[in-house]
């Protein structure tokens, strides 16, 4: 169980540094929020998912 935890830890926090760099460049660059948004909402998304598997897995360790 504690690898698994370790391993959501891990994915949570290299998808927190992607959202992290590709949130304002998407933003910022001109016509690419258009065409990212959907990316962006579906990490969001992803990350979230995340959060929760990872506080459910601890509540079992």
Do not use: R
């Not at 949130?23 to 990350?47: D, H, Q, R």
């Not at 998912?49 to 509540?59: D, N």
């Amino acid at each position: 169980m504690s690898l698994l935890i370790q391993i959501l830890v891990s994915l949570l926090v290299l998808l927190s540094f992607v959202l992290i760099i590709f949130v304002p460049v998407a933003l910022a660059t001109p016509g690419e929020w258009e065409t990212s948004k959907t990316k962006v909402y579906n990490l969001a998304t992803f990350w979230g998912t995340l959060v929760i598997l990872t506080a459910f897995a601890q509540g079992f360790a």
